[in-house]
């Protein structure tokens, strides 16, 4: 600590750190100093309005100076800390330096404090009086000899504090122990009962508060001589505990062994034993049980290896090195914390969730590292990074860091839909776990490269070409054009299929309905000096993308009257193998006047299909319709219309006449082809079919016969 303005105090002032409270270790407050002399002592909750608007607008560091006496020194801090005060410095009675206790009650005090002498206090005093403004900066820091920190608890087994402590700092302690960062020894407060007197065997001066003839005693826990657990039942809690640690040490390096035996222990006896004043070899032994089926009868052997704990055993190795170890740290109050060979001065508090912030022993465990880094990297020298356990980010929850990365998680944040973690399998659209479908263009849902996809809703294109074809060897004349045409019903698919991609998929969208023929003694297709044609008519059904019929049904055309079509067959034809007929007979494609338009049925994912004709082609004109007004609308049907329902009638007379013709003729063809396909059937060799019922000689097999 010291006086940083005005000049004339300017200088470091002795003080002494309190014992509670929670001071920044590695850090530095630098505040004004206040001092109120209406509330001098802070034993009663202090005005807030006492400090200055402009100081807590501003958020400025508050210190607050107050005196001794009246009540106790937590109470004074606790009552500074209400007003937003940030430290406290109390002003010794004297000018003596002494170490502010916790009075029981300081376990919730988040601010630190320091003691000061009474001449010192005087001089700020003063000075504030005056008015002067008083900027003081408070310092807390740990040696750092190397980058290796050595730490001390002093505790005894029946300090219900202590052990409150322990089971709160036993993670901590064992994430500082990882790596070999840190080193941590446990040691046992013992009076020395010769030094007091109570070894005199006459006279037996301290009764049950000693073991070993009044060597080493202990303060009795519940403080009552005649009921409950005394101090000879402490000093032997002590022993056993020591000889824990010496089993926890000789196991370093074996699974389940190290320090964490000790932690474990001491927990699990501070649960069981210290709340309930059960300080006895048993309820020890129940302890220990919990840890290793073994750890009682290695603890049992040391005891008695060290000297024993008994009313007529003499020295004991073990507690007569804690006593010399007492004597030469001057420890005189537990529990207690040294860190490099310095008294620590805070807080025995380690609450959850634990940070830096909240647990100011291992803060102040870790400020060590923390000041040699940053003394390193002034140095330009080369700097060890701070243990995990000492950086901010560390994971404190008690299954670590997920695979995941996520502190306390169960691995789901990034398992994919197969659960395993960091797998990036997703649901497709379809829901399928890893899957690569989606929703097609009508709605349905289907894996990439599935067949049935866009078909629910697909645009459906009805067209009609003339193939026509000289006539010789291959085609004589039409019929047999039209049974060159059925057998290569394939070749004409795929040819569409081609000349179309890629609004259609593929052959499969395309569907041969008929091939009828025509016969024509002269040039058919126009051409001038051409010999004898033999002509076809084929019908097709195409299916297209949704969306697309008109404009696959206008490439149709295109295709087939600039010849591209032609080229497409006669290569489909050759793909398929042998003899290429189709071009052999010289044919080709074309459209004429006389077909009708080709239809195209709209594919819709909701509403069903929606026919229409495309508009076009001589002589078609539109009409539309409307209410119509005035007298003529209301006087019925005019002659005009009527012989239009007529010609009209007449007309589907005439195609529905066509149109069975038609039928015929493609179910003629369609019977022709599935005579070809039995035929070839019939012509392979018949595979023999074993009766089930004769595998195993029974007469039934269990096949049902009716139904096969």
Not at 113 to 122: A, F, M, N, P, W
Not at 687 to 705: H, K, L, R, T, Y
Request: glycine share 12%; net charge negative.
């Amino acid at each position: 600590m010291k006086v940083l303005a005005p000049q004339s105090l300017k200088g470091h002032i002795k003080h002494t750190a309190a014992s509670f409270g929670n001071p920044p270790y590695g850090g530095t407050l630098t505040g004004q100093l206040f001092y109120w002399n209406s509330q001098h002592l802070g034993c009663a909750p202090l005005d807030r309005s006492l400090i200055p608007d402009d100081a807590v607008m501003q958020g400025r560091t508050i210190i607050v100076m107050l005196d001794r006496g009246n009540c106790t020194f937590v109470q004074k801090v606790r009552d500074a800390e209400n007003i937003a005060a940030n430290a406290v410095v109390v002003v010794n009675s004297d000018n003596s330096l002494i170490t502010m206790a916790d009075d029981g009650t300081g376990r919730n005090v988040g601010i630190p404090s320091v003691l000061i002498t009474k001449r010192e206090g005087d001089r700020l005093k003063a000075a504030v009086s005056m008015g002067t403004r008083i900027m003081v900066e408070m310092r807390w820091s740990m040696p750092h000899p190397d980058n290796h920190v050595e730490w001390d608890l002093w505790t005894s087994s029946g300090d219900s504090i202590a052990a409150a402590f322990l089971q709160e700092f036993e993670q901590p302690a064992l994430a500082l122990s990882d790596g070999d960062h840190a080193s941590f020894t446990p040691n046992y407060g013992i009076i020395d009962g010769t030094w007091y007197g109570c070894d005199n065997a006459a006279t037996k001066p301290c009764g049950a508060q000693c073991t070993n003839g009044g060597r080493y005693c202990a303060e009795d826990p519940d403080h009552d001589l005649t009921h409950g657990a005394d101090g000879a039942s402490v000093v032997r809690e002590n022993l056993r505990q020591l000889c824990v640690w010496e089993h926890a040490n000789s196991t370093r390096g074996y699974p389940s062994g190290g320090p964490k035996i000790w932690w474990d222990y001491v927990a699990a006896f501070g649960r069981s034993c210290v709340g309930s004043g059960k300080l006895t070899q048993a309820c020890s032994d129940a302890a220990a049980a919990t840890v290793s089926p073994t750890l009682a009868a290695a603890v049992s052997a040391c005891v008695a290896r060290s000297g024993g704990s008994g009313d007529a055993d003499g020295a004991n190795t073990l507690l007569e090195a804690q006593l010399s170890k007492a004597r030469k740290d001057g420890v005189a109050i537990t529990p207690a914390v040294r860190i490099n060979g310095r008294n620590y001065h805070g807080g025995l508090q380690c609450p959850a969730p634990i940070s830096l912030g909240s647990c100011p022993v291992l803060g102040a465990i870790c400020a060590g590292f923390q000041q040699q880094q940053q003394q390193q990297q002034m140095t330009k020298t080369t700097t060890t990074a701070l243990p995990p356990a000492c950086r901010p980010d560390y994971c404190w929850a008690a299954g670590g860091v997920d695979a995941c990365g996520v502190c306390g998680g169960d691995g789901n944040s990034c398992a994919g839909c197969d659960g395993v973690a960091n797998s990036k399998q997703v649901r497709d659209a379809c829901g399928v776990c890893g899957g690569d479908g989606s929703t097609d263009l009508c709605g349905n849902c289907f894996p990439a490269g599935d067949l049935r996809r866009d078909k629910a809703c697909a645009d459906t294109i009805s067209a009609t070409i003339e193939v026509v074809a000289k006539v010789g060897e291959v085609a004589a004349d039409a019929g047999a054009l039209v049974a060159l045409l059925t057998a290569e019903e394939r070749a004409v698919e795929a040819g569409v299929a081609v000349v179309l991609a890629p609004n259609v998929t593929g052959a499969e969208d395309i569907k041969v309905l008929s091939v009828s023929p025509h016969r024509y003694n002269s040039n058919s297709s126009g051409d001038s000096g051409s010999a004898a044609q033999a002509t076809a008519t084929v019908k097709l059904e195409i299916v297209a993308h949704p969306g697309t019929g008109e404009a696959t049904s206008r490439a149709f055309e295109a295709a087939v009257g600039d010849g591209r079509f032609d080229a497409a067959l006669r290569a489909s034809a050759g793909d398929a193998g042998g003899a290429n007929a189709l071009a052999d007979a010289g044919v080709r494609a074309y459209t004429r006047d006389h077909l009708p338009d080709p239809v195209v049925r709209r594919g819709t994912p909701a509403g069903g299909r929606v026919e229409f004709v495309p508009a076009g082609g001589g002589g078609r004109t539109g009409t539309g319709s409307g209410s119509g007004s005035g007298s003529g609308g209301q006087e019925g049907i005019a002659t005009a219309q009527i012989a239009g329902i007529a010609v009209a009638g007449v007309c589907a007379l005439a195609l529905f006449g066509v149109g069975v013709r038609q039928w015929v003729v493609k179910r003629e063809a369609r019977v022709r082809m599935d005579m070809r396909n039995l035929i070839s059937e019939m012509g392979r060799p018949m595979e023999q079919i074993e009766n089930p019922a004769q595998g195993d000689g029974s007469a039934n097999a269990g096949v049902d016969f009716s139904s096969l």
